[in-house]
């Protein structure tokens, strides 16, 4: 059984920093792109980053320079690590996967064939 799960979410202020993990059992997220996805109360899914299975990394332009997806393939894990967080980063946390090599095209999110539960991030002071 496919499962991702997500953590490492929480409250931080603004300008500070979290580091997200997607763990994955069932399968190994080396032969897998994976990608983190987040909703805003009120608002639709955004795609923020994606790591395709040869490493190549798409990151969203809101939050290119500030924040990093990156595999551990020891752990079996990928992170995402979110520098100078901002107040509208504040959203659900969602890791997600589907089958083959690469990325889903920016936006496709409905690509994604496996979802996380997800883990909230809240920026404030």
């Known amino acids: 059984q496919v499962q991702l799960v997500e953590s490492g979410g929480g409250l931080v202020q603004p300008g500070g920093s979290l580091r997200l993990s997607c763990a994955a059992s069932g399968f190994s997220l080396d032969y897998y792109p994976i990608g983190w996805i987040r909703q805003a109360p009120g608002k639709g899914r955004e795609g923020v980053a994606c790591?395709?299975?040869?490493?190549?990394?798409h990151v969203a332009d809101s939050v290119k320079g500030r924040f990093t997806i990156a595999r551990d393939n020891a752990k079996n894990t990928v992170s995402l690590q979110m520098n100078s967080l901002k107040p509208e980063d504040t959203a659900q946390y969602y890791c997600?996967?589907?089958?083959?090599?690469?990325?889903?095209?920016?936006?496709?999110?409905?690509?994604?064939?496996?979802w996380g539960q997800g883990t909230q991030v809240t920026v404030s002071s």
């Open positions: 790591i395709s299975t040869n490493g190549r990394t």
């Open positions: 997600a996967t589907t089958r083959g090599y690469n990325c889903p095209p920016a936006g496709a999110l409905r690509d994604y064939t496996y």
